[in-house]
């Protein structure tokens, strides 16, 4: 059993940066897949960006460029960068996880809010 616990979401205005963090217990990351996922109001849970146990990331095209996700397997804790937010990066920030040798995302985080101003 993996556990996730997400933070670091808060209210931040356009243009700024913020990292959110995920710390995963039950199991070490290096067998672990993770991604990031989120949810606006009204919408559809979509793909952020995620990296595998070799550290190849891919990342949706509407971060691409401004969103970077990172591990550090010492702190079994992933993370992601958000430079240049815009409002539309507002939603539930959301932390999944699942074995390498499995398609499905098994394990979520209860998810951090993410507001971003105009």
């Known amino acids: 059993q993996v556990q996730l616990v997400e933070s670091g979401g808060q209210l931040i205005q356009a243009g700024d940066s913020l990292r959110l963090s995920c710390a995963a217990s039950?199991?070490?990351?290096?067998?672990?897949?993770m991604g990031w996922f989120r949810q606006a109001p009204g919408k559809s849970r979509e793909f952020v960006a995620d990296?595998?146990?070799?550290?190849?990331?891919s990342y949706a095209d509407s971060v691409k460029g401004r969103f970077t996700i990172s591990r550090d397997n010492a702190k079994n804790t992933v993370y992601l960068q958000m430079n240049s937010l815009k409002v539309e990066d507002t939603a539930v920030y959301y932390c999944?996880?699942?074995?390498?040798?499995?398609?499905?995302?098994?394990?979520w985080g209860q998810g951090t809010q993410v507001t971003v101003s105009s």
């Open positions: 999944a996880a699942r074995m390498i040798y499995k398609s499905v995302y098994d394990y």
């Open positions: 039950g199991r070490t990351l290096n067998t672990l897949h």
């Open positions: 990296i595998g146990w070799s550290g190849i990331t």
